[in-house]
């Protein structure tokens, strides 16, 4: 079926303003470029900031997004590694795969990329989006996969892994506390347990997101269970609440997660 050349979504208009409305459809501007009609996409901590003006370099008429899986419909001339009708997984990350940061794997830096979806360019939450450098910047999906779970793949639970785990440092057998059980705190959790050594012991509750921990990532320890659940006083642990919206997962791994830290606060983009 021919793409319509208008398309629904969701506009951001200035602080505190967003429209979902009738747009262009995106077209292929380089031979490097994929078009992807979502299937499944998502919000963001960043995304928040951008509505609350946070970020002057997105300007009134931008498409906001950048998380999703979908579907190709189309592909530039230069595109190799996907076709029309393939299914998608749209990094948050775009990576021209060419230049000295993307040589040394450190693509949010791209000279021609990074973090631009919804940024400096059009954004995911939309019907379709252009995706530059499709090459290097969408993942193909397995087949019966669940997109509505792959979905978090796009910046999820790489943020609670990389952002989280390995910038805090994290070894097998450390106490470690993630401090927001938002959506990055809960996809640190299992990525964290699957260490040798690792062991959940949630803090203090303020809020129902103690069981929500314990039900995605701890089946077997039911509320209330396992000695010391609630204290703390476990060596090596310092307990922490439930800080309310949870969307950024700052892990710590006493003593080293101090300069961490510092080191996450240089390079990240606001969540």
Not at 185 to 212: K, Y
Request: proline content about 6%; charged content about 25%; hydrophobic content about 30%.
């Amino acid at each position: 079926m021919t793409r319509s050349s208008t398309m629904k979504a969701l506009v951001y208009k200035g602080p505190g303003q967003k429209v979902w409305e009738s747009v262009p459809s995106p077209k292929i501007a380089q031979p490097t470029d994929a078009i992807v009609k979502i299937a499944k996409t998502t919000i963001c901590g960043t995304d928040l900031h951008i509505l609350k003006g946070d970020v002057p370099a997105v300007t009134s008429g931008r498409i906001l997004g950048h998380e999703a899986v979908g579907i190709v419909d189309e592909v530039g001339a230069a595109v190799r590694n996907c076709k029309k009708g393939d299914r998608v997984l749209v990094s948050c990350i775009t990576s021209c795969g060419k230049c000295e940061y993307c040589k040394r794997q450190m693509y949010a830096h791209s000279e021609d990329g990074g973090w631009i979806l919804g940024h400096l360019i059009d954004g995911t939450q939309a019907e379709y989006v252009r995706i530059p450098h499709a090459d290097n910047s969408l993942y193909p999906v397995p087949a019966r996969a669940d997109e509505e779970a792959l979905v978090m793949l796009s910046d999820i639970l790489p943020t609670g892994f990389e952002i989280g785990v390995l910038y805090g440092g994290v070894k097998p057998g450390d106490a470690v506390a993630i401090v927001g059980a938002g959506p990055v705190g809960l996809a640190a959790l299992p990525v964290l347990l699957a260490q040798q050594g690792l062991h959940d012991r949630p803090g203090r509750r303020t809020s129902g997101r103690g069981e929500e921990v314990r039900r995605h990532a701890c089946p077997e320890q039911l509320p209330g269970q396992g000695r010391g659940s609630n204290s703390r006083r476990d060596k090596g642990w310092r307990g922490c609440g439930d800080r309310g919206g949870g969307r950024s997962a700052n892990l710590r791994c006493l003593p080293e997660h101090r300069a961490a830290r510092r080191s996450h606060r240089q390079c990240r983009r606001p969540r």
